[in-house]
């Protein structure tokens, strides 16, 4: 099944025929918590004798030359790694193409995007070809290409798992939450501690994750960069209106992220150039790194030429040392809100909102928790509706750029669910529930 949806979609990098031979003395790990359970992982997990490019030629015949943590503890856990899927060139991308591997499409429609830069495993996963997957997340990487293909995924917080670091985060893709939890329940174990001492030996909370008390959560439907499409908008009233009958607390904290432009933190201008020097650019890469070749000056008479037309990216940058101060300014906030008036019954667990990503502007909505480590995941909820389309013919966002209209009728729309840093366990029971209760009302109709 996997080859063939990999033949319509072009979403693997390649097989991993060492699977076999792991099925040989699977025995010995019938006790594992994901004993016989094939899983994808992305490109660029270290995996025995195969190379993990990342889309890059010159990283071509660097096999690895052992597993990495994750993936040792996935096959002491019983699980099978089988095969490892597509990235885009670089990683850096919405995109998933690369000169090595080709272009992934979409599974729901092959005209369209998986996301990236974990669009193999979405698009491998949303087609029916994988039950659970691993990707990895440094501004969206896996709550965007999940959001894309109707699946669900979530970013743990960095370092909970071994191979994450700053900013960015390995975590699970799948087709429910249940299978989430399991996953960070398996990975979260002895042997991980053992084999990666760095990471903090905490297990997975299972009664935090099964606790079915009330939760408090606060939401915000603008976040003052990325105006959401009438979709999004309909989804996240959608969910807080479920959320609400159901017996959850739901308030608005007029919550605005006011993501400046942290692109400077995040791609330094030489970093494209050096890592793709000697080799062809990706077509889907090319328009994203041309910028930054050319000289400050082409640079400043561009930037006032297209600003008439995408006034969204014309955004200010902040200088590295106020970004320390913009963020613990941005934590100080949430903590306040979760813990006023010293009241215990006024905690709130998480925020909520919506996404369903057509352009550059929507990464404002994920990079921001990339930023702050907080762990957040996505969980489908909707699709694009012929209503939704009426609608967006007399919309504008906040810019009124002609971005604004590339949403397509049809496609999923999901909601992302964040909570603390370390809060996982929490996070993944507020993704449980919105799966729930979508679910229940799905079977009502």
């Given at each position: 099944?996997?080859?063939?949806?990999?033949?319509?979609?072009?979403?693997?990098?390649?097989?991993?025929?060492?699977?076999?031979?792991?099925?040989?003395?699977?025995?010995?790990?019938?006790?594992?918590?994901?004993?016989?359970?094939?899983?994808?992982?992305?490109?660029?997990?270290?995996?025995?004798?195969?190379?993990?490019?990342c889309g890059v030629i010159s990283k071509l015949d660097l096999p690895a030359t052992g597993d990495s943590v994750l993936v040792e503890v996935l096959k002491r856990q019983g699980a099978i790694p089988f095969v490892k899927t597509?990235?885009?060139?670089?990683?850096?991308?919405?995109?998933?193409?690369?000169?090595?591997?080709g272009l992934t499409l979409n599974p729901l429609n092959p005209q369209k995007t998986p996301g990236g830069s974990s669009?193999?495993?979405?698009?491998?996963?949303?087609?029916?070809?994988?039950v659970l997957g691993m990707g990895s997340d440094i501004g969206g990487s896996i709550r965007i290409p999940s959001s894309f293909c109707g699946i669900c995924g979530f970013k743990p917080t960095a370092n909970r798992l071994s191979g994450s670091v700053m900013l960015s985060s390995f975590g699970p893709m799948a087709r429910d939450v249940d299978s989430l939890a399991l996953c960070m329940q398996a990975l979260l174990c002895d042997h991980m501690f053992r084999l990666d001492p760095t990471v903090p030996p905490i297990p997975f909370n299972q009664q935090v994750y099964q606790r079915s008390k009330p939760l408090r959560i606060g939401y915000y439907e603008n976040d003052g960069y990325a105006m959401p499409s009438p979709s999004m908008g309909r989804a996240l009233r959608e969910t807080k209106a479920l959320l609400e009958r159901a017996g959850h607390t739901v308030s608005n904290p007029q919550l605005q992220t006011n993501l400046l432009c942290l692109q400077k933190v995040f791609t330094p201008l030489d970093f494209f150039h050096i890592l793709l020097k000697g080799g062809p650019v990706d077509p889907c890469l090319r328009v994203q790194i041309i910028p930054y070749g050319l000289p400050r000056t082409v640079k400043k008479i561009l930037s006032i030429l297209i600003k008439p037309i995408?006034?969204?990216?014309?955004?200010?940058?902040?200088?590295?040392?106020?970004?320390?101060?913009?963020?613990?300014s941005f934590v100080m906030y949430i903590r306040l809100l979760m813990l006023y008036l010293?009241?215990?019954?006024?905690?709130?667990?998480?925020?909520?909102?919506?996404?369903?990503?057509?352009?550059?502007?929507?990464?404002?909505?994920?990079?921001?928790?990339?930023?702050?480590?907080?762990?957040?995941?996505?969980?489908?909820?909707?699709?694009?509706?012929?209503?939704?389309?009426?609608?967006?013919?007399?919309?504008?966002?906040?810019?009124?750029?002609?971005?604004?209209?590339?949403?397509?009728?049809?496609?999923?729309?999901?909601?992302?669910c964040v909570a603390l840093p370390w809060q996982d366990e929490l996070c993944l029971r507020f993704m449980r529930e919105v799966e729930r209760l979508f679910r229940e009302k799905k079977k009502k109709k």
């Open positions: 099944q996997t080859l063939e949806v990999n033949r319509r979609l072009n979403c693997c990098a390649e097989v991993l025929l060492e699977s076999w031979d792991q099925l040989e003395d699977i025995g010995s790990h019938k006790d594992g918590l994901l004993y016989g359970v094939p899983v994808s992982i992305k490109e660029n997990m270290g995996y025995k004798g195969h190379d993990s490019t597509n990235v885009p060139q670089s990683l850096l991308s919405y995109d998933c193409g690369n000169p090595i591997y669009g193999g495993e979405g698009a491998l996963i949303g087609g029916g070809g994988s995408v006034s969204a990216l014309q955004v200010r940058s902040i200088q590295k040392g106020r970004l320390k101060l913009y963020l613990k010293a009241d215990t019954s006024m905690f709130v667990n998480g925020l909520i909102f919506s996404l369903q990503f057509p352009r550059v502007g929507a990464l404002s909505y994920t990079i921001i928790y990339n930023l702050l480590n907080f762990p957040a995941g996505v969980v489908p909820v909707s699709t694009v509706t012929a209503e939704d389309e009426e609608e967006l013919r007399h919309y504008k966002g906040n810019y009124g750029d002609l971005w604004d209209k590339l949403y397509t009728k049809g496609l999923p729309v999901a909601v992302q």
